[in-house]
DNA sequence: TCTGGGGTCCTAGGACCC
DNA sequence: TCTGGGGTCCTAGGACCC
């Protein structure tokens, strides 16, 4: 998504006739729900510890759950008080999403296209000029293999780019196939707010309908020089090729590199002992050295956040003396960067992360 | 409706150096 | 004398995404 991955000089790039992007339908829930057919046809919110009266938000919703206005990011008390009492309520389950993810991306990976994941649940699918597959039988081929292989339902988009691919997507959901093409842009997101695009949110809308731009044809029309001088060099040109559907990115097959690690806690009760702070921010540095561990790669700068209560949250960051993997020096360094926050606020969340220096080449 | 946790990248100002 | 200009690193904050 951000201009920094797709902005790479045109000959490293394939010639790509389509891409698809797959994405799963309810992944998480639909996992839950796998792993226990009961729940079927129920109202299912995976989220936070599972228990809908501490803080926490819902992190995937069943469509039988959203039927009650119940999404993504909504609180899980919020949740609660919109569903009924059948409802059921689980707790975030990260490796059974990151091993039945593993299973998708392996039926994806068997398909003779380039594969590039954009997370548990999405990838986008690239086929070069000289292939010969027609992207609508190859798309539902990749739900039945899916299906198949996974009991998991997918939907799939299909434009000329990632950008046109990705939104097709929601075209198709759930279950379908959607497109998206640039002789139909316009025709199809010309009048739809801003929003609609992948990479622009409620802020940026905000600033570019304070410019008098609301919609993707309006954002197209802009002049690249006036989005350049309002929202930045780099994002402002790059807003307005979102508009006219433009990304020249390559599916880029290239396994991720992690630029940095990080764990963080939101408090049931907000605390008000600094010393707490300090023995919570030690107990995390060492998770986030474990992390490090696992890849053998050295942290080169460590950061603290801290959310005072009500919702203001602070962050303080520095560049070690030399990289290091020692969850002592990530500890040390934590503390001292909370030593240069006030220590007389409730504290709500605490984080610490460690950024790693780039892999050599 | 009181707002998670894991990330990514961009921007801008100041320090510092030549 | 009160003023250069470019480049890079460091840091804090912001926006976005899943």
Not at 15 to 43: N, Q, S, Y
Not at 68 to 81: C, D, E, F, I, K
Not at 210 to 219: F, H, N, P, S
Not at 339 to 351: F, K, N, Q, S, T
């Amino acid at each position: 998504m951000p201009p920094g991955r797709s902005s790479r000089p045109p000959s490293e790039e394939s010639p790509t006739r389509w891409v698809l992007h797959v994405d799963l339908d309810e992944f998480i829930a639909a996992v839950e729900v796998r792993r226990r057919p009961e729940l079927a046809g129920l109202p299912v919110v995976v989220g936070g510890r599972g228990d809908p009266t501490e803080r926490g938000v819902v992190a995937t919703a069943s469509y039988e759950a959203r039927a009650y206005g119940v999404g993504s990011a909504m609180p899980l008390r919020t949740a609660a008080r919109r569903l009924p009492p059948e409802a059921v309520f689980l707790p975030v389950d990260k490796p059974a999403y990151e091993d039945a993810s593993e299973e998708v991306m392996a039926v994806l990976r068997s398909f003779p296209v380039r594969v590039e994941v954009l997370g548990w649940d999405e990838a986008f699918l690239g086929a070069d000029l000289s292939d010969e597959a027609v992207p609508e039988a190859l798309a539902r081929s990749v739900q039945e293999a899916v299906l198949a292989s996974t009991r998991l339902h997918c939907s799939v988009g299909i434009g000329d780019n990632k950008l046109q691919a990705k939104i097709a997507t929601g075209f198709g959901k759930p279950r379908g196939i959607g497109r998206l093409t640039t002789d139909r842009w316009f025709e199809v997101m010309g009048d739809r707010p801003t929003t609609a695009l992948w990479g622009i949110g409620a802020k940026t809308a905000r600033r570019l309908a304070d410019l008098g731009i609301t919609t993707v044809a309006g954002l197209a029309a802009a002049d690249t020089a006036m989005l350049a001088e309002a929202l930045g060099p780099t994002m402002g040109p790059w807003f307005r090729r979102l508009g006219r559907g433009v990304d020249s990115s390559p599916v880029d097959p290239t396994p991720w590199v992690p630029r940095a690690h990080g764990r963080e806690t939101t408090f049931q009760t907000d605390l008000t002992d600094w010393d707490a702070v300090a023995s919570e921010a030690r107990r995390l540095a060492g998770l986030v050295a474990e992390d490090l561990a696992a890849e053998g790669r050295p942290a080169a700068r460590v950061g603290v956040k801290v959310r005072y209560a009500p919702f203001e949250t602070r962050q303080r960051s520095l560049t070690l003396p030399e990289p290091s993997g020692s969850a002592e020096v990530i500890a040390e360094a934590a503390c001292r960067l909370l030593e240069r926050l006030d220590h007389d606020r409730r504290v709500r969340l605490l984080g610490v992360r460690a950024e790693m220096s780039p892999p050599a080449p």
